[in-house]
């Protein structure tokens, strides 16, 4: 049904004004409780072989939702309310910015994929943490917070942005990302190289330790999938060496060739970042070499191309203990991450592994 609701009102909508229309939907349905309550139950389901736990949090199931879907944090408990398990707002800049300009958002329908060069648009993190501060949740929910670097802030000056969005997130944060990987903002993947982010990540640390005394707030960092294989090497040996607590694979990709787009040229050739099922290939490609690197010394989440539970499934087996999803999203509708969760359940019954932590790394840790 939603997909030939999507064919008859989204695809003939512009992108970015039918992702407005449905937040708006799904946050007014989130506001009614008869409705949100119904939904929920629809929606929803527990699993309780699917229970995880991850960066010292306790969550419903491993599947989340990415970052870039919620960037103002006002639609937490709509994505609780869609099965969700955990909710990644942002990204979130020092800053409030507009963004780049518009046309910024396009649908490779063909390619199940999107490109984006939306360019961190939010409401900066003065105001996201006024809103998450003032929240009272409906639905029990994971919350990360995602930030970034303002536009205008120049690259020697993106520590200190960063420290001011941390210490200021950080206190309603069940989990901070930095983001260092976005194609959107000019110069943020420089920071991704070690000399840059040694600092940038030490610095984000101690912001959060200073913000939020009385817990360690998980941190991780979200990389491209556009790296060099020895570059994720040295992301990972990184992240072991300060005591990261997770690494994010992969944002968006710059890459179009070798992708077998099927999409009309005049949609690939814009520029920005691609996401959904083209990204498939690499973003797994790069969990498992970083699993190999690291084990279970950090957690791992897995993010690029995932439609289905067997997608999910992969990610797991290759060193996951979370995955999350966005693009598959608007492709699929509200029955979404019912599909993916009961098909998780499924799967994890019909294999050898007693619980979901066990095939963690699964299919890396095989290979000699």
């Known amino acids: 049904m939603y997909k030939t609701f999507f064919s008859l009102v989204f695809k003939r909508m512009d992108a970015e004004r039918a992702h407005h229309l449905a937040f708006r939907w799904i946050g007014l349905a989130a506001r009614v409780p008869v409705l949100r309550t119904f939904a929920a139950a629809v929606l929803a389901p527990r699993y309780e072989e699917l229970r995880t736990e991850a960066l010292g949090l306790r969550m419903h199931g ?6 870039g879907f919620d960037k103002n944090a006002v639609a ?5 309310m869609l099965g969700f398990d955990h909710v990644e707002i ?6 409030p910015q507009p963004g780049n300009p518009k046309k910024r958002l396009f649908r490779l329908v063909p390619d199940r994929a999107l490109i984006n060069r939306m360019g961190f648009n939010n409401d900066g993190s003065r105001v996201v943490a006024a809103r998450l501060a003032g929240r009272e949740p409906v639905f029990r929910t994971v919350v990360g917070v995602n930030i970034g670097k303002t536009k205008a802030v120049p690259e020697e000056e993106a520590a200190a942005d960063y420290v001011k969005s941390a210490e200021r997130l950080a206190p309603y944060a069940d989990y901070l990302v930095v983001n260092v990987s976005s194609p959107n903002t000019p110069g943020l993947r420089d920071l991704q190289a070690t000399e840059a982010l040694r600092p940038l990540l030490t610095a984000v640390r101690e912001a959060a330790d200073r913000a939020v005394p009385a ?12 790296l060099a294989d020895e570059d994720v090497d040295a992301v990972a040996d990184l992240a072991v060496e300060l005591g990261l607590d997770g690494i994010i694979a992969t944002n968006t990709t710059i890459a179009r060739e070798g992708l077998g787009l099927a999409s009309p040229l005049s949609v690939v050739k814009e520029t920005g970042g691609l996401s959904g099922a083209p990204l498939k290939a690499r973003s797994l490609e790069v969990l498992r070499r970083l699993y190999a690197r690291v084990g279970d010394r950090i957690t791992l ?9 067997e997608d999910a499934w992969e990610r797991i087996l290759a060193g996951a203990t979370l995955v999350q999803g966005y693009s598959a999203f608007i492709y699929q509708g509200p029955f979404w991450s019912r599909a993916v969760h009961k098909g998780l359940a499924a799967r994890l019954r019909r294999s050898p592994y007693a619980t979901l932590a066990d095939a963690v790394g699964a299919d890396v840790r095989k290979k000699p």
Do not use: N, Q
Request: a negative charge; glycine letters at 18%; hydrophobic letters at 45%.
């Open 62 to 67: 491993p599947f989340g939702l990415a970052a």
């Open 76 to 80: 937490i408990d709509g994505m609780a």
């Open 90 to 95: 942002g990204t979130v800049t020092g800053e």
């Open 215 to 226: 817990r360690r707030v998980p941190l991780l960092v979200k990389i491209a999938p556009d």
């Open 301 to 309: 989440v897995g993010v690029g191309g995932i439609e289905t539970a």
